[in-house]
């Protein structure tokens, strides 16, 4: 997979134009997209309560502010991939406040080939966690599912008076017979004990 077959909301912090410039440049249109570019802390504050994005790079230091505490929380309640760029006489006290936090940190300065690297690693990540979110969504769905089942089986036997074995194989038998899913099943016999 490129780096250009996903389109990524990126939100870029940082009140370098040189650094805007480049990064306007560098960032795979295909990949990072939306793109919105705002020079202080307070104003990226203000656009991820607007909306949410899968990326924010933050140049730091910007105008108003390190960076560290908009990089954790973006990070944690945000759920964005974070990239925090500092100055290399600071870079080990921030990454060890901010990596526990899964906040990605680059020293500055640093060259083209290096912020490409760190873009690639955003990308695999992302791709990774996107992997794992899907999984634990199939995972919650079918245990919800299981949930209605049990319920419903215990309704057939407290209800109906059925064993629990019969109480399987009604849900299985109408589930068949009927096309539909045991959930369906299952929450039609809850609606009617309810």
Known sequence: MSMEEHSYSTLIVSSAESFNNAMALMLPKASFQPTVNVSTIAAGKRAVAERSF???????????????????????????LVLLLVPNDIHGDVYAKVAPHGVFTLQKPMNKLSMENAL???????????????????MEGKMEEIRLVNKAKWLLISKEGMLEPEAHRY????????????????????????
Not at 67 to 79: K, L, N, Y
Not at 173 to 191: G, S, V
Request: some cysteine.
């Open 54 to 80: 899968d990326f924010v790079i933050i140049n730091s230091p910007v105008k108003d502010d390190l960076g560290m505490r908009f990089a954790i929380d973006c990070s944690t309640s945000c759920h964005a």
């Open 120 to 138: 690639r690693w955003l990308l695999t990540a992302k791709r990774k966690l996107s992997g794992a979110e899907k999984k634990t969504t199939k």
């Open 171 to 194: 849900l299985e038998k109408e589930a068949m017979d009927r096309c539909i899913t045991k959930k369906a099943i299952a929450e039609e016999i809850i609606n009617k004990y309810a």
